[in-house]
């Protein structure tokens, strides 16, 4: 079955420093990726689309410039952490639906842990 | 290799009919599984969740059905509105993994429920 990658598994940094989240479809092709950035209570808060080719889609409330996120091909959506701090401290997600416009059917990696000192 | 999978991408179901969505998982160390509601342009939002140690857990008009042995667990919605239109995920977990105190999340492909009005 398809499967969605994420690297690192977790990472701890300085505040301060940028961090790089890479999420992979491996055996797909996806055009549109999501980030998800974990809350209490279960839930994940979509944070943007992620459009191979074009500007990613920032969700209400999103810094834009804090969370840059480039989709560099079909199989790579990365996400960046700018100068980071210990409330950015999160589980951060990532899903990919497998082909067409259709966003339904979802992949999701495996998460990423970032811890911020 | 997908370890909890949703194999139904979708389902329709007749307003005041009961709907029930299907999960199988193949890990059986997951211990504790969780039902997700997500709508379009949104994270998922926590639904439903057991624990192995139980077959079932009800909570107003949704129920989840967990068999073990068949490492499979169901959702019930009975009755079936037209709110309830949405993607539905499956997710499991295990035990001791968790990121801040959530739940490290493996993740179903989804489930498209469609209500009927």
């Known amino acids: 079955g398809a499967v969605v990658s994420q690297h690192p598994s977790r990472v701890i940094c300085k505040s301060g420093t940028s961090v790089k989240i890479e999420c992979r479809s491996l055996?797909?092709?996806?055009?549109?990726m999501f980030w998800y950035r974990q809350f209490p209570k279960q839930s994940l808060m979509l944070m943007a689309t992620?459009?191979?080719?074009?500007?990613?889609?920032?969700e209400q409330g999103v810094e834009k410039d804090k969370f840059l996120i480039n989709h560099a091909s079909l199989t790579l959506s990365t996400l960046t952490v700018t100068s980071a701090h210990p409330e950015d401290s999160s589980f951060y997600i990532c899903?990919?639906?497998?082909?067409?416009?259709?966003?339904?059917?979802?992949?999701f990696g495996p998460g990423t842990r970032l811890t911020v000192l | 290799d997908q370890q909890v999978k949703q194999n139904s991408p979708s389902l329709s179901v007749q307003e005041g009919r009961i709907s029930i969505l299907n999960c199988d998982y193949t890990?059986?160390?997951?211990?504790?599984f969780l039902w997700y509601k997500k709508y379009p342009a949104e994270g998922p939002t926590f639904l439903i969740s057991?624990?192995?140690?139980?077959d079932k857990n009800e909570d107003g008009r949704f129920t989840v059905f967990l068999n073990k042995s068949a490492k499979h667990l169901s959702l019930h919605i009975v009755p079936s509105q037209p709110g309830d239109s949405a993607v539905y995920f499956c997710?499991?977990?295990?035990?001791?993994?968790?990121?801040?105190?959530?739940?490290?999340?493996?993740f179903g492909t989804g489930t498209r429920l469609t209500i009927i009005p």
């Open positions: 899903s990919a639906p497998p082909s067409g416009p259709s966003t339904d059917t979802q992949y």
């Open positions: 055996d797909f092709q996806a055009t549109t």
């Open positions: 992620s459009n191979e080719g074009s500007k990613a889609t920032y």
């Open positions: 890990n059986s160390m997951f211990d504790y």
């Open positions: 057991i624990s192995s140690i139980k």
């Open positions: 997710a499991a977990s295990l035990a001791g993994e968790t990121n801040f105190g959530n739940e490290k999340l493996t």
